[in-house]
């Protein structure tokens, strides 16, 4: 269960006070599926980046699983993330210089998993997202919806509670897209809570609820059944 | 985890094979740079060390007041062996012997010359050197007796093949006259001993009466102190030896002793007391390691800064999945270590390869001996420093990064810091570099002023014979001498006792009739044979030679024109001066010419007509002719002289060994200064690579926009321009500084000019523009749109 109330976020740079968001409130439950739309530039990212402890509110109250978040340090946050949030970007952030097995396994490492849990794990997860047979690979040598699916299989490895996909198809044709989204839908429907940035309508139909950012603001929220 | 940051570490070493071959190799040259002249160090620094204790042996020279200041004599009279033994009790040996005598060794037909001493009995009360068969202190006693090393051994009796008791009792003759049976077989010695022998026999076997006159000096004398007594505490009891026993003209003589360790780095005295020597040069070689080593790593550090801007991402990616900060600073520390482990092992192999011909030219005994634990330690202690030093900036730096703002593809705002610290590093790597430049300049200027300089005599064409055998008998030795003049390859003959080049003996016995008697007058003196200015070709300003046909002229002397100022005589031809053949008058002043090295001033010089005391024939021969006159002299020689071997030398050869010292520092900072200039130019080609690789997309910008590749290369090039104009005018003063020392320590010498640092100056320009402009050029004239694609 996340909440946050009133959130705020503000970017100043030397000339210009950017407010990337504007008083969020915003509820998500265990188990949700999420998705946020809004024009480009409105802040659905900055909001992703919070809400997945990579960045601090300038203002407001988040609170994660019953931990007050919003003033923690980078290091306290640092420690919170390892394990309960898994991220899948639009760009992938693959590491070029590893494996696909070994980018799966980076999370466990840091995890300190002992090594038969974490091979097994990190098979699991490369089964469960038909990569098996790249395994071997490195991230060039992929191509973009396999990439994509590796990213998944990392962000999943370590069962986080929470999933934060900022616009995951983004860079997809539609193909591999639709099965990037139905990867998505099955980790829900396991109970992964997720929450996902996209600009594309389609997309956003595989989620419980819409919520429509304008300008920093929640402006709707859309509830599917 | 640990074995994931290696995968990473080797992975990006390999995906960036330029770079990381150019950070290792310019590491690893640095490494074995300093190792190798880390080894020479030690080898400097433990001269004598190898003596069994070898702190309580020491070196005698003796002090004399001389016109208000200390001059010291390095070499000592006879009786003074003598009186240190009966009146010293701090003392518990004392030795003395010649100093290293070549002698004739015959056994069957074979037969050399070797280096040897003769020794007085107590030599290894003084020296406990390490036996292989035999009592060498019982065997130094008898007077048939010699001692001689392996390499003796070996070289001589072959046959025994190893069993040194064996050679125990054999025989051979000394000097083509006696015969003495070896008594004992030494252990060679090894080349970081001052002491360099292979035979010694009694000293009484060739003791003469005026080695027993205070007088002359001549011998190495050698003391080892009673357990518990200080130097200063021997000297104090050595203080009243001269004034009580030495006689008229040499009371005022103190010895002065020092540690044999000493000996070889602290050998130069100045008004009495050591003042250095060759620890100069250790010294500076030391700092010259040093130097090389930091710039390497500079180099290292520099790169691995550089390239870890192009880790970001994985850094970003790394912090998003899980790592926490100091994991990350684990893994670039790791990672440095893990490369600066693998330029020391090519460091090694790299000085194994080295090391024969270093050997080689330094005349060394070097070994990288990997069973010594403090070689490890050092490795580890610079792979460690190396390793830190490198990886803790991309360490520090890169983990503080926030993971959204590295994702997110803004470009590292690497802030003016670090940017300030490469700039830095460049200036200072050539700074260095340029001082370098310089020292190499001058250095090899000075040297060549040293070859070329006129010295006053002629020492091309100068072949010399030592005289021993039946030419060492006077008489025949003028005969010898008259039918060497008849050769037509030959212009000139004379016999002396010193070579010109290098006059050793000085005195101050000189008298005249109205001397100032509280002039002292120390001048340098040398026995010579007829056609002596001839033969060397040395002017007189006045006056005449000696004539053999004038038996007045055996009391007759020659002097220089700086004697005859110390003198105060205008006009001295024919005026009367007492000196060691009797008083008698000056029939010549010769033009001054050089009798030492340029680092010595023309000292006054006076020249006694000896046929008998000497110990060279000197041969001037015909230019162009000289192995025709050699070919002629051997001739010659079987004839008058059939039971020696001919042996022959250049008086040049003689006068370039004046500067071996010189010669070997010459090759360092030649070897070491281009080093040091390849590793700094490694070092910018890989930052102007790494410039140009960050500029990429600018550069693709600027040439859609219409630059031209000159432009570009300009823009590229100008900035690592203007570091090395900075680094010129730092370095300038210092090497200016440190050349004008080096170079004061010549009497004569061509000074600093400005045309040098010019040179060195555009000499480093221009090394670092080409090492740029490489990369430049290939940056500008890449196609615009892979550049701007690459994004
Ligand atoms: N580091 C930053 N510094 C300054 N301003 C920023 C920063 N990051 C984001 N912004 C500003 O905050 C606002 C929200 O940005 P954000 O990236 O969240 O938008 P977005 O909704 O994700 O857009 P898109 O759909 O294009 O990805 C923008 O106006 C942006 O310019
Ligand atoms: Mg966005």
């Known amino acids: 269960m996340i909440q946050t109330i009133n959130l705020q976020k503000l970017f100043s740079t030397e000339e210009v006070e950017t407010t990337a968001l504007n008083g969020i409130n915003m509820d998500v439950k265990d188990g949700e599926f999420v998705a946020i739309m809004g024009p480009s530039g409105c802040g659905k990212s900055t909001l992703l980046n919070i809400l997945g402890l990579l960045d601090n509110p300038s203002d407001g109250d988040y609170n994660f699983y019953g931990t007050e978040v919003a003033r923690m340090t980078e290091r306290q946050r640092a420690q919170l993330r390892k394990g309960s949030i898994g991220f899948v970007f639009q760009s992938f952030n693959l590491i070029d210089e590893l494996t696909v097995y070994e980018n799966v396994e980076l999370p466990l490492l840091y995890l300190k998993t002992p090594p038969e849990e974490r091979k097994k794990r990190v098979e699991e997860a490369l089964e469960r997202m038909s990569i098996m047979h790249r395994r071997n690979h490195f991230p060039q040598q992929l191509s973009g919806g396999q990439q994509q699916r590796t990213a998944i299989a990392r962000a999943v490895v370590a069962k986080p509670k929470l999933i934060l996909a900022d616009e995951p198809t983004g860079n997809l044709d539609s193909k591999n897209g639709e099965e990037v989204m139905k990867l998505l839908g099955e980790l829900n429907d396991e109970g992964t809570t997720i929450i996902m940035v996209t600009h594309s309508p389609y997309d956003a139909g595989f989620a419980h609820r819409i919520v429509n950012l304008f300008d920093g603001k929640v402006v709707t929220e859309n509830f599917h059944v | 985890m640990f074995r994931n940051y290696l995968k990473i570490a080797f992975r990006s070493l390999m995906k960036n094979k330029l770079y990381s071959s150019i950070n290792v190799f310019g590491l690893a040259l640095g490494m074995a740079c300093s190792l190798l002249i880390g080894l020479w160090v030690k080898d400097e620094l433990s001269y004598d060390r190898f003596l069994k204790d070898a702190e309580s042996i020491h070196y005698v020279r003796v002090n004399f007041p001389y016109n208000g200041e200390t001059v010291t004599n390095n070499i000592t009279p006879g009786p003074l062996q003598e009186a240190i033994a009966k009146d010293v009790p701090e003392v518990a040996a004392v030795t003395k012997f010649n100093w290293g005598d070549e002698r004739l060794i015959k056994v069957g037909e074979t037969a050399a010359k070797e280096k040897g001493h003769f020794a007085t009995d107590d030599f ?334 002629d020492r091309e064409n100068v072949v010399y014979i030592p005289l021993e055998g039946e030419i060492a008998n006077p008489k025949k030795l003028e005969t010898f001498r008259q039918e060497v003049m008849r050769q037509p390859t030959i212009v000139s003959a004379t016999t002396t006792m010193a070579l010109p080049v290098n006059v050793q003996g000085s005195s101050g016995d000189l008298s005249w009739p109205g001397k100032d008697p509280n002039l002292q007058t120390n001048v340098s003196c040398m026995f010579v044979g007829g056609d002596f200015t001839k033969t060397m070709n040395i002017k007189l300003v006045d006056g005449r030679d000696f004539n053999l046909d004038s038996p007045a002229d055996s009391s007759n002397y020659i002097i220089n024109e700086t004697a005859a100022k110390l003198m105060q005589m205008k006009d001295p031809v024919g005026k009367e001066v007492n000196f060691w053949m009797g008083t008698g008058r000056i029939i010549g002043v010769m033009k001054d010419f050089h009798l030492n090295s340029l680092h010595q001033a023309i000292t006054p010089l006076i020249l006694c007509f000896d046929g008998r005391n000497t110990s060279y024939l000197l041969v001037k021969t015909r230019a162009g002719q000289t192995q025709q006159a050699v070919a002629d002299l051997n001739q010659l020689s079987k004839q008058f002289n059939p039971n020696y071997p001919f042996t022959y030398h250049f008086i040049d050869e003689e006068y370039e060994s004046l500067y071996r010292s010189e010669q070997q520092v010459h090759t360092l900072v030649n070897y070491f200064g281009m080093l040091a200039i390849l590793i700094s130019c490694l070092g910018l080609f890989g930052l102007a690579a790494f410039t140009a690789e960050q500029r990429t997309k600018e550069i693709g910008v600027r040439k859609v926009l219409g630059a031209s590749v000159s432009n570009i290369v300009g823009l590229l090039s100008i900035d690592f321009l203007k570091l090395v104009l900075i680094a010129l005018v730092l370095a300038t003063p210092l090497a200016w500084w440190a050349m004008s020392k080096w170079l004061g320590t010549f009497a004569y010498r061509e000074d600093l000019s400005w045309w040098i640092f010019g040179v060195a100056g555009t000499l480093a320009i221009l090394i670092a523009f080409l090492t740029v402009s490489y990369q430049s050029i290939k940056a500008a004239l890449m196609n615009p749109v892979t550049s701007l694609r690459s994004e």
């Open chain 2, 124 to 457: 290894f009360g003084v020296f406990d050197l390490p036996v292989l068969a035999g009592k060498p202190k019982a065997a130094l006693a008898q007077p048939n007796q010699i001692i001689v090393t392996r390499k003796l051994a070996e070289k001589y009796f072959p046959a025994t093949a190893g069993q040194y008791q064996l050679v125990l009792g054999k025989t051979l003759q000394l000097n083509n006259d006696k015969f003495y049976v070896v008594g004992a077989v030494l252990e060679n010695l090894p080349t970081n001993s001052t002491l360099q022998f292979d035979w010694l026999v009694n000293w009484k076997e060739q003791e003469q009466d005026w080695m027993k006159t205070w007088g002359n000096t001549s011998f190495s004398t050698y003391v080892r102190l009673k357990p518990k007594t200080t130097l200063a505490q021997a000297e104090m009891a050595m203080k009243d030896i001269y004034p009580r026993l030495a006689g008229k003209n040499f009371e005022t003589g103190v010895p002065v002793l020092q540690p044999i360790t000493d000996l070889h780095l602290y050998a130069d005295y100045k008004n009495g007391q050591s003042v250095g020597g060759r620890i100069e040069y250790v010294r500076i070689f030391a700092i010259v390691a040093l130097f090389i080593l930091l710039i390497a790593c500079i180099n290292f550090m520099n790169l691995a800064t550089a390239q870890s801007a192009m880790r970001a991402k994985e850094v970003g990616v790394r912090k998003v999945v899980g790592a926490l900060r100091s994991s990350l600073i684990g893994q670039f520390l790791s990672e440095s270590i893990l490369t600066s482990l693998l330029a020391v092992v090519l460091a090694l192999g790299l000085v194994w390869c080295v090391l024969p011909t270093f050997n080689e030219v330094f005349g060394k005994q070097l070994t990288l001996n990997l069973a010594e634990p403090m070689l490890w330690l050092i490795m580890l202690v610079l792979v460690l420093i190396t390793g830190f030093l490198s990886g803790s900036y991309p360490a520090l730096f890169l983990s503080s990064l926030q993971p959204i703002k590295i994702l997110k593809g803004v470009r590292l705002q690497f802030g003016s810091g670090p940017a300030l610290f490469r700039r830095t590093l460049v200036v200072f790597q050539f700074s260095l570099s340029i001082f370098l430049i310089v020292g190499m300049l001058a250095v090899g200027r000075q040297m060549n002023y040293l070859r070329t300089k006129n010295l006053g005599l």
